[in-house]
């Protein structure tokens, strides 16, 4: 797998860029649309909390275990949210995509599926990754659905695995794509359409 590097994604109508501590006003107002943080099965940071959720994007990168971006759409400039590659394991050329969110007026929108073709197209043929991973609470079933609806296997669930922000702990649904199933799922995504 190549060395991971802050790099700027666009296309489908939305731009990735890489996260900075200038995005915190951004990110707080995204995520004031629909109180994404009121959702206890979700990382979203409250307002108060940006600038500490940034830090702690940044200091992931700086371990060299995570690569965080904001969401821009593309025609307005809007930052509309936040995702990144999180457990980086180079030796075994994974990275997993996860800490997604949007703010609530671009959900079930175009702009999941821009993302992760952006983000599976980069780690597939960019990085020479050998799987990507994804993952989500057991509980938040729309994210399953949309990850399924990616084509990625699910591989199982991790009982117990990770306290919520309510303090309640979590069972983690685990799903992955490989390399040899990218091409079919990049040609059906393509099928499917840019978005706006």
């Known amino acids: ?5 802050p790099v700027v994604l666009e296309g489908g109508g939305v731009r990735l860029e890489p996260l900075t ?30 600038a500490d959720y940034i830090a702690a994007a940044l200091a992931g990168f700086a371990a060299g275990h995570m690569l965080p971006w904001v969401v821009r759409e593309a025609a307005g400039g809007e930052v509309i949210g936040s995702t990144r590659y999180h457990d980086i394991i180079s030796s075994a050329d994974r990275v997993e995509i996860g800490y997604t969110w949007y ?38 079933t729309r994210s399953q659905a949309a990850i399924e609806r990616l084509g990625a296997r699910r591989d199982g669930v991790i ?31 393509a099928r499917s359409g840019p978005g706006p």
């Open 103 to 140: 703010a609530a007026r671009w959900q079930r929108t175009h702009v999941n599926s821009a993302c992760k073709r952006l983000l599976l197209s980069h780690a597939f043929e960019t990085l020479g990754c050998g799987v990507v991973g994804l993952r989500t609470d057991i509980a938040n």
């Open 159 to 189: 009982r117990h695995q990770m306290r919520r922000r309510d303090g309640t702990i979590r069972d983690t649904v685990m799903y992955s794509i490989v390399a040899a199933e990218w091409p079919a799922i990049r040609d059906r995504l």
């Open 1 to 5: 797998m190549r060395p991971i590097a």
């Open 21 to 50: 501590a200038d995005h915190g006003d951004a990110l707080a107002t995204a995520a004031s649309d629909g109180r994404l943080w009121e959702l206890w099965y979700t990382s979203v940071p409250a307002p108060d909390e940006t």
